[in-house]
């Protein structure tokens, strides 16, 4: 009898939200659920879908636009109108927080996101 600690079956899943990592290793672990929490964050922050095929070609990966935008010192550019309406009642450092974890959960090596402990 051969025992097996590892089980291979295709993704199935949102686009948007599949661990990028997974595509070279065919591995999802508790980092890969990190990386969704940072695209559910992402989702809050912009208003905007995970993967929406209606954006341009660069656009339609919302976890590759943010970080974009991010390195280039967009952010602003990326958040929701409904959270730019209400910026007097929301400091902007606390946005700025959310948005600086959800970076920090897409990462694109595991090793270097936060822990959900």
């Known amino acids: 009898m051969v ?7 295709a993704s199935q899943g949102t686009p948007g939200y599949l661990d990028p990592q997974y595509h070279q290793d065919f591995h ?14 992402d989702e809050i922050i912009t208003g905007l879908k995970a993967g929406d095929f209606a954006h341009a070609q660069d656009e339609i990966n919302l976890a590759a636009l943010t970080i974009n935008n991010i390195e280039k010192g967009n952010l602003d550019e990326i958040i929701d109108l409904f959270i730019e309406l209400h910026m ?5 450092s606390s946005i700025h927080k959310v948005e600086e974890l959800a970076f920090r959960c897409l990462v694109f090596h595991r090793d270097m996101r936060p822990s959900m402990m």
């Open 3 to 9: 025992k097996s600690s590892h089980i291979s079956t």
């Open 28 to 41: 999802l672990c508790d980092k890969s659920d990190v990386h969704n929490f940072g695209v559910v964050l």
């Open 88 to 92: 007097d009642e929301w400091p902007v």
